[in-house]
């Protein structure tokens, strides 16, 4: 059922973003994940990088929050896949937010400049946003890395970020990004 896959990556995604793992997401969760993934490529909180990658976090955030519905400044993961199904909160303004998230981790990732990240800067990327398993990664960036040639440019890293929150297929881009399979 097409709906099912939609349905199975918001959920992968809210697990992803409840850093803490407490049930539910919250501005904080965001600003750790910004944080994490500058601490991989030995950024300190404070250094323009990361605090650039974090408020790029925050600003997914700032999208995201419209989904609590009770207004007690988090959200759990009934009222974040309630969010995105019927279109409280506007899945493109996500993309869009998520995506220059992805960039800034795609630019301190890079850290020669040449436009392409490997499979090591990748998965580092991953821990630093609360995905320690490198299994997840590999699959993920097999999935992406279409011309085989073991590294990511932008296009391909982009195209699988805008199918995280949009695939309705099993096939589609995006669909493998968080799920380990």
Not at 135 to 161: I, P, Q, Y
């Amino acid at each position: 059922m097409a709906d099912r896959v939609l349905l199975d990556n918001i959920d992968r995604v809210f697990a992803i973003l409840d850093v803490d793992g407490d049930g539910e997401v919250g501005k904080g969760d965001f600003t750790s994940m910004g944080a994490g993934v500058a601490r991989e490529f030995g950024f300190d909180e404070d250094a323009p990088q990361a605090r650039s990658l974090i408020a790029k976090y925050e600003g997914i955030w700032d999208c995201v929050s419209g989904a609590d519905l009770d207004v007690d400044g988090v959200v759990g993961a009934a009222e974040f896949r309630e969010a995105h199904t019927s279109g409280r909160v506007d899945t493109e303004v996500v993309v869009e937010r998520w995506l220059t998230a992805t960039h800034g981790n795609f630019e301190v990732a890079d850290q020669d400049g040449d436009g392409y990240i490997d499979l090591d800067a990748f998965a580092a990327i991953y821990r630093g946003a609360g995905i320690p398993d490198r299994k997840v990664a590999e699959t993920a960036f097999g999935a992406m890395d279409v011309d085989d040639d073991g590294r990511l440019d932008w296009n391909e890293l982009s195209a699988h970020a805008r199918g995280l929150f949009t695939a309705t297929d099993e096939s589609a881009k995006g669909v493998r990004m968080v799920s380990g399979h």
